[in-house]
């Protein structure tokens, strides 16, 4: 049985790092399992309202294919019985959108399309899909900070009128999942929160510290005041018992943090530190 899924999304592409993605919202449980689809190099799909979930892989093997977004669109749509109930946004290779509103999905509902990005949504107080296009195109940044932007936006804006329950944000890209072996570039849902979009955009903070590069301004030499520090939380948190003035020791102590920490990804050459790092030891 088929069951409303009444919500706000929006689907946008980044050309320059060939990224695909989505945001949604919804009063829903756990609205990430049903609503956003993508595939590097192919598209992204958010489909929603009386939600067919077969419109995303379907929409995705012809986008594969070559068809835009537009045709694809049609072609889903075309032989669905109850299509007037649907709601579904699409993004294609090149970053061309599509939208579609059923004629009886509940108000407010609609969609807009802008460059490399659709935002819809359906019962949803007036103003909240054109506060999240807005946004989406005035906000610099990658791909999954502009989502999630235009997202916030949209709850601002005064988002799903019957409130908040869940939240997700899918971003692909090539050989951009964990190791590189897969397109999972940005996978994170929050399935049941009172302020979804808050944990998300808190959540997807996390990630990036955890998986995300470091950034070259913020590799520092470990000595003078920040040496000390980092014995101090590094006693504190029981990976040295003692002040050490040996470097050796230091290092080892260090890098056992660093991969209890899962900081793989930030982690430097002997004797030196990524601030980030440093900061997160402070909030513990």
């Not at 032989?79 to 579609?100: C, S, W, Y």
């Not at 943090?257 to 002997?270: D, G, K, S």
């Amino acid at each position: 049985m088929e069951e409303w899924i009444l919500t706000f999304s929006i689907v946008g592409y980044d050309p320059k790092e060939k990224e695909w993605g989505i945001a949604v919202q919804s009063k829903f449980l756990a609205v990430g399992a049903v609503v956003p689809f993508a595939k590097a190099g192919v598209g992204a799909v958010a489909t929603q309202s009386y939600a067919n979930t077969a419109y995303g892989p379907q929409a995705l093997a012809l986008m594969a294919e070559g068809k835009t977004a537009t045709e694809a669109l049609e072609i889903i749509t075309k032989d669905d019985l109850d299509k007037e109930m649907r709601q579904v946004g699409l993004i294609d290779a090149k970053g061309n959108p599509a939208t579609f509103t059923g004629t009886y999905c509940y108000e407010w509902a609609g969609g807009i399309t802008g460059e490399h990005f659709a935002a819809q949504g359906n019962i949803l107080i007036d103003g909240t899909v054109e506060a999240m296009a807005q946004t989406f195109t005035e906000t610099s940044g990658s791909l999954a900070e502009r989502l999630l932007a235009a997202l916030h936006a949209g709850q601002e804006a005064g988002g799903d009128s019957r409130g908040q329950q869940s939240a997700a944000l899918l971003v692909v890209k090539e050989g951009g999942g964990y190791g590189g072996y897969n397109d999972r570039y940005i996978d994170l849902r929050v399935d049941d929160h009172p302020e979804p979009i808050k944990e998300l955009i808190r959540v997807y903070e996390l990630q990036q510290l955890y998986f995300a590069k470091s950034k070259p301004q913020n590799i520092v030499e470990i000595e003078g005041e920040v040496r000390a520090e980092v014995v101090t939380h590094l006693q504190r948190l029981g990976y040295l018992k003692n002040e050490s003035k040996n470097d050796e020791e230091l290092h080892k102590a260090f890098t056992a943090y660093i991969h209890t920490e899962n900081f793989e990804e930030r982690e430097q050459v002997a004797g030196k530190i990524d601030l980030d790092v440093l900061s997160f030891m402070r909030g513990q």
